[in-house]
């Protein structure tokens, strides 16, 4: 077999090399082969400033990335010496062509990246996008601030790759690109799921995987519809965060997580058992798992009798809700053999006491 030629074996090289930057995988991202890792002393810290940080990540990766057919040249003028390519003049007339666009690809990409960067970023897109939202008296780093502040809280949703994120919080609709920051208010937005595709194989998981295409449309002309995608076991915590609800024009057949069809069936299950009579002195707390809704479950052994089986009676004042009971029970159970949940014993969250799905009361 004869050997690959120098340039062959340098432009397989570097279009492998270019995809990987360009989407880089996990373990470039580990090696720290990114705009985000190169450039991160000049970009700052996401959580400190997001939105100043996006308006320069986008910009900086729009440069980076221009950069690369210049780069392919570079390489080739010592990867072919016999083409004479560092001789403009001397060089092959499709060579001289190619030098040329890959000179004013990252000239114009700097001419735009000025032209944002003007007036402290008032001509960027994003910036343009949030003045929008901004009220007459205030302007657009108003908005800045409080997208910053909510992107900071725990309670936020967050999915997707570092270059393909989706973000929710309180107020906010946002999607990450390469390129961009796409924001939206949820008290302005339509959503409308759109799509769906299966995925039989993950890189990260051996199970198959379904995606869903959600526009985000908004009363605002101003603000431009984008999509957003999503695995469709983190659609039910999407709805959670979320205030508008989900219309589903596609008619898609939305597949849940094991987790969540559990829960479904956890909670025929116990809406069918034996109720609990609150007493009249006592009053229900906050459920101490989500602390939105109010404790509705009471633990009693009514399996077996007292002293009979593996249950033992449980003395805890109510304290958990059903959803977050349901998602307890589920996370103690072995997560290979889901045919043995709903028949399992699993301890009380408190005191430790071991219950099955017959022992869980709702409060009436």
């Known amino acids: 077999m004869a050997m690959a030629s120098p340039a062959a074996a340098f432009s397989l090289a570097y279009v492998v090399l270019a995809v990987c930057f360009v989407f880089p995988p996990d373990e470039f991202r580990s090696a ?15 959580d400190a400033a997001f939105v100043h940080y996006h308006l320069r990540r986008g910009t900086a990766t729009l440069l980076a990335h221009a950069l690369l057919p210049l780069g392919y040249y570079t390489g080739m003028c010592f990867a072919t010496p016999e083409k004479q390519l560092c001789s403009f003049y001397q060089a092959p007339d499709g060579w001289r062509l190619f030098f040329l666009l890959s000179v004013l690809a990252p000239a ?4 735009l990246a000025y032209y944002w960067s003007r007036n402290d970023w008032n001509n960027h897109p994003l910036v343009r996008t ?12 108003a908005v800045a601030s409080s997208i910053n502040t909510e992107f900071r809280r725990i309670d936020k949703f967050a999915t997707g790759t570092p270059g393909a994120r989706v973000i929710v919080t309180d107020t906010w609709i946002m999607k990450v690109t390469t390129y961009s920051l796409r924001v939206a208010q949820q008290q302005d937005i339509d959503l409308t799921l759109v799509e769906s595709r299966q995925h039989e194989l993950l890189p990260d998981s051996s199970m198959p995987a379904q995606f869903l295409t959600i526009r985000v449309g908004t009363v605002n002309p101003h603000v ?8 469709s076991t983190e659609y039910g915590e999407l709805r959670e965060k ?9 008619n898609v057949v939305i597949h849940q997580s ?10 025929l299950l116990v809406e069918t058992n034996q109720t609990y009579a609150l007493p009249s002195n006592q009053e229900l707390e906050p459920c101490i798992g989500c602390m939105q809704t109010n404790a509705n479950i009471k633990l009693l052994k009514n399996c077996q009798e007292p002293q009979e089986g593996e249950c033992q009676q449980c003395y805890c004042r109510p304290m958990w809700c059903m959803t977050c009971m349901g998602k307890w029970f589920a996370s103690r159970q072995d997560q290979q053999h889901p045919e043995t949940w709903l028949s399992s014993h699993v301890p009380c969250p408190t005191c430790r006491a071991k219950f099955c799905i017959l022992d869980v009361c709702v409060i009436r």
């Not at 720290?32 to 810290?45: D, E, I, K, N, R």
């Not at 114009?108 to 001419?111: I, K, N, P």
């Not at 431009?224 to 695995?231: A, V």
């Open 130 to 141: 949030i003045s929008f939202y901004a009220l007459p008296q205030s302007g657009w780093r």
């Open 242 to 250: 979320l205030h508008a609800p989900i219309l589903n024009a596609a």
């Open 258 to 267: 094991l987790s969540d069809l559990f829960l479904e069936s956890f909670t």
């Open 32 to 46: 720290g082969l990114t705009v985000q890792s190169l450039l991160g002393a000049w970009l700052g810290s996401e």
């Open 224 to 231: 431009k519809p984008f999509n957003i995608r999503l695995n």
């Open 108 to 111: 114009a990409a700097g001419l």
